[in-house]
């Protein structure tokens, strides 16, 4: 079979190309510049916006998982374009070639709108997927992390000074990478036979028996497998063990953060990483998964403890010289 993924050059993307690679998947992918070629991979350049380029993606693929988006910009109507137009111009494309199967990567702050643009936008577009007839699954992860995370990355930096700045207090789930891209590669070939393949458990690549519509037209909020998640000192003395680190994790006040932002903004520029739209989402103090949405463990369940995967990654951090 063949499926095709945007934003595949991006962080969660690289590890659905990695899944697909080890379950011997055909996989075209969009890219808005050349890619080095790799096996099973079929390069179609373009972006969200051209329809041509969208058309092409789409071209004999048997179900879609749809990546790509903005999660981070100094302008938040720029939200609007990445995350709501562009979903709206992939699900014409994949309407429009026939094909059924559309796995949506979206947010767990979709579940909070009015607290950021980027949620927002990211509810927006899971309506614009549920009213698409198309045989649609949401995915929304929490905080993911793993190697070539840019973002949990910076966490791991202070961890390594000895100090982890925190939002007010709260509790959020997180997921490594991996188990992620397992996830996505398992609901894209969902429904497509009488039997499902699991990329997880202790079957990785084994066929689920009698798993049809466990994932027809279903919202998940999948994790590490952690039961209530992690309080935010929790996390922060995780990481700063897996860095071999004790580490001091103040909660800061939004108003501190609303500062650090405006401070992040005049060292990084665009680049900044903590914008006010973040700091938005960051002060709410519940970004744990809900069992009513949890992926049916038949179908899918974490392999990567948050420890476990909390020291993999700073290994890797390590290893390729980001620390």
């Not at 080095?36 to 051209?50: E, H, I, K, Y």
Request: neutral net charge; hydrophobic residues 40%.
């Amino acid at each position: 079979m063949t499926i095709a993924i945007t934003g595949a050059t991006g962080f969660v993307g690289q590890a659905v190309l990695d899944a697909a690679e080890r379950a011997e998947t055909s996989v075209r992918a969009l890219t808005r510049r050349e890619q080095p070629t790799r096996a099973g991979v079929t390069w179609a350049q373009g972006t969200l916006d051209d329809a041509e380029s969208l058309t092409d993606l789409v071209a004999g693929a048997d179900s879609v998982i749809h990546i790509a988006g903005l999660t981070n910009t100094p302008d938040p109507a720029e939200f609007e374009a990445a995350n709501v137009t562009g979903t709206q111009n992939m699900i014409a494309a994949t309407k429009e070639a026939g094909v059924k199967r559309f796995v949506f990567v979206s947010s767990l702050s979709a579940r909070e709108p009015d607290l950021s643009a980027y949620g927002a936008s990211k509810a927006r577009a899971e309506t614009l997927v549920e009213a698409s007839g198309l045989d649609w699954t949401t995915v929304r992860p929490p905080a993911v992390y793993g190697p070539r995370d840019t973002d949990m990355f910076e966490l791991f930096r202070s961890a390594k000074w000895g100090i982890v700045p925190l939002p007010p207090r709260g509790a959020t789930s997180i997921i490594h990478v991996d188990d992620l891209a397992c996830l996505l590669m398992t609901l894209a070939t969902h429904s497509l036979h009488p039997s499902t393949r699991s990329l997880s458990g202790d079957n990785p690549g084994g066929r689920v028996e009698g798993a049809g519509g466990l994932a027809r037209r279903k919202v998940f909020e999948p994790d590490d497998g952690r039961e209530g998640g992690w309080s935010h000192k929790e996390l922060a003395h995780a990481i700063g063990k897996s860095m071999g680190r004790k580490v001091f994790a103040p909660n800061l006040p939004a108003n501190v953060l609303d500062l650090a932002a405006t401070a992040d903004k005049l060292l990084r520029g665009d680049k900044a990483k903590l914008t006010p739209d973040r700091v938005g989402y960051m002060c709410h103090p519940n970004w744990v998964v809900r069992s009513q949405k949890a992926v049916p463990a038949k179908l899918w369940q974490p392999r990567i403890s948050g420890e476990a995967g909390l020291a993999m990654t700073a290994k890797w951090y390590r290893d390729e010289g980001w620390l």
